[in-house]
């Protein structure tokens, strides 16, 4: 698997950025809108990740089928 720039050699730790409350309020609207915890972790180069956890494949699919809608 490739590792992406933004990755840290082996041993080092990642830093990450505090969210803003514009961003906090994103993660909870995002959770209100998936019925489920949502979390968005940055980077110090404003890079990141949102993070939906999901217990089962149903759950899994539920999730897709909700960011597919149009």
Do not use: C, H, W
């Not at 720039?5 to 990450?16: A, D, F, L, P």
């Amino acid at each position: 698997m490739r590792k992406s720039t933004s990755e840290k050699e082996e041993g080092q730790t990642r830093t990450t950025t505090p969210l803003t409350n514009d961003q906090k309020k994103m993660a909870y609207q995002l959770s209100t809108y998936f019925d489920t915890e949502v979390e968005i972790k940055r980077n110090r180069n404003k890079s990141g990740k949102i993070i939906i956890p999901f217990n089962s494949d149903e759950e899994l699919s539920k999730l897709v089928k909700a960011i597919d809608q149009d």
